[in-house]
């Protein structure tokens, strides 16, 4: 069999770091390349290893990777998250919409074996049913991020099924890690709460206490990536994208968890345009489709979460290694 060589574009991003280091256990250091549009910080561009600059609207730089390293994967992380996508709605769709044809097209044309593409809960809109959301539910997204997301899904199950690409796909919840800092999404404030809580003990939150959502510690996405991209195809009954459930928190109950540990942290509110996005998404997700197809099931909840994000963000700063 040939040995896979596997592209991740927007490599330098939240998830990107994350999964590239994962995929270089699994498929080793030579055969994962990293690009992303902007060069990484030092310390960053040493931790991928391989790395291409690549705006994967540019067709032309793509299809050049492509043929240098024989690639037979890609993962298509490069995206633009819901409140950035707010401030700049027809860069965040071309980004997000022609940056995933690209992909498509280059799949077709080089025979590539497969292709990961992630969804986001960003796919749900106010008409959702907000508990336990279904996997096959009325979707209007009000967000041009989760609009494009909704419609990128439907172009995967398309190029499924007229041209044999096998493209795969989650919606994600929001994603937690230590590592890297997320980037202009309405779930960053799970991120970013532990870092004030270790070094200024007091965090202001951008939406109210009470607003759940549902959420996910970036070790079970990285799980659950790559029990999908591994599973056998026959197995992947959803071509459009699988609902993924981790846990589900609201703000209060994130600030209580930290408490257990930092009794001295307090938290405020001050709600602004992204609570309005919040509210339109799921509180919590039905992911049953997900664990019968290939057998998903998380293993961290909110306290486990809390414990090893405050213990590795110390470290981390401590040693210089999260930037
Ligand atoms: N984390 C994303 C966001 O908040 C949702 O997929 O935009």
């Known amino acids: 069999m040939q040995k896979e060589s596997i592209l991740v574009i927007g490599s330098a991003g939240q998830l990107g770091v994350e999964l590239v280091a994962a995929l270089k256990n699994v498929y080793g250091e030579t055969q994962v390349v990293s690009s992303d549009v902007r060069e990484p910080a030092k310390i960053r561009k040493e931790e991928l290893g391989i790395f291409e600059k690549l705006d994967v609207l540019n067709p032309v730089r793509l299809n050049e990777i492509v043929e240098k390293y ?3 994967q890609i993962y298509h992380l490069a995206a633009m998250l819901s409140a950035t ?3 700049h709605p027809k ?5 997000n919409m022609q940056g995933l044809i690209n992909v498509l097209d280059i799949a077709i044309e080089k025979k590539l074996h497969k292709i990961y593409f992630p969804s986001s809960i960003a796919v749900f809109g106010p008409t959702t049913p907000k508990d336990n959301t279904p996997q096959f539910c009325s979707m209007e997204p009000t967000t041009v991020y989760g609009i494009s997301k909704q419609a990128g899904e439907g172009w995967c199950n398309y190029y499924f099924k007229r041209y044999g690409v096998d493209v795969r796909s989650l919606r994600y919840p929001g994603l937690i890690g230590y590592k890297s800092m997320p980037g202009g999404g309405t779930t960053d404030y799970a991120v970013d709460i532990y870092h004030k809580a270790l070094y200024s003990k ?3 939150c951008f939406l109210s206490e009470n607003t759940y959502l549902p959420m996910m510690y970036m070790d079970d996405a990285i799980k659950a990536t790559l029990d999908l991209m591994h599973a056998d195809a026959s197995k992947i009954a959803v071509r459009t994208s ?3 459930n981790g846990m589900s928190f609201s703000p209060k109950e994130i600030a209580q968890s930290i408490q257990k540990i930092i009794p001295e942290f307090t938290i405020s509110y001050n709600p602004d345009f992204r609570q309005a996005i919040a509210d339109s998404w799921p509180n919590s997700i039905d992911d049953s ?3 019968k197809d ?3 099931k998380p293993d961290y909840d909110l306290d486990k979460m809390t414990q090893t ?12 290694i999260i930037v």
């Open 91 to 95: 860069h965040a769709w071309q980004l």
């Open 70 to 72: 024989q690639i037979t």
């Open 85 to 87: 996508g707010e401030k």
């Open 202 to 204: 007091t965090y202001e």
């Open 294 to 296: 290939w057998g998903w």
């Open 289 to 291: 489709q997900a664990q």
């Open 309 to 320: 994000m405050l213990e590795n963000i110390k470290i981390g700063i401590e040693k210089g």
């Open 242 to 244: 699988y609902n993924l």
